[in-house]
């Protein structure tokens, strides 16, 4: 095994959990790929887009702002997300995270430990990064 993985966006796998489901994910590193403990994704949500209410038992999970805006909404608490921001939700925590600008927003998520949600993103259906995807996640917007 290499001591290191690199993985270039423009060649990630990539996944909606649900075909109703208004998120998507590029996989960047996992168990199944990487034989770690965490996950490490791109969401892409779409415009109005938002994950379901849902909480992890034992993981942490963490979201870094790369483009858009949106608003977080964790117990009795909602807060706006955007471009730069960082948000740490705690094990037990039920969440929503919802894009409430006008393009998409994308985050990086890191969930430790991986609690199976490596396993749901890959059980769903792939997808195809479109192009503004890609400029957005090469750095380009």
């Not at 060649?11 to 168990?31: C, E, H, Q, V």
């Not at 955007?82 to 927003?105: M, Q, Y």
Request: proline share 6%.
């Amino acid at each position: 095994m290499l001591p290191f993985s690199l993985e270039s966006v423009s060649s990630a796998k990539a996944f909606r959990i649900g075909p109703n489901d208004t998120n998507y994910f590029a996989m960047l590193f996992d168990g199944e790929k990487d034989q770690i403990d965490n996950i490490f994704v791109i969401e892409i949500f779409t415009v109005g887009g938002a994950t379901p209410p849902n909480e992890h038992a034992a993981a942490h999970e963490f979201f870094y702002v790369l483009a858009g805006e949106g608003m977080a909404r964790c117990a009795d608490k909602t807060m706006p997300i955007k471009k730069g921001d960082a948000l740490l939700l705690r094990p037990g925590s039920e969440h929503v995270i919802e894009n409430t600008g006008s393009g998409k927003l994308y985050t990086l998520t890191v969930m430790t430990p991986n609690e199976g949600f490596a396993e749901l993103i890959r059980s769903g259906q792939p997808v195809e990064l479109d192009d503004e995807d890609l400029r957005v996640l090469g750095g380009k917007n």
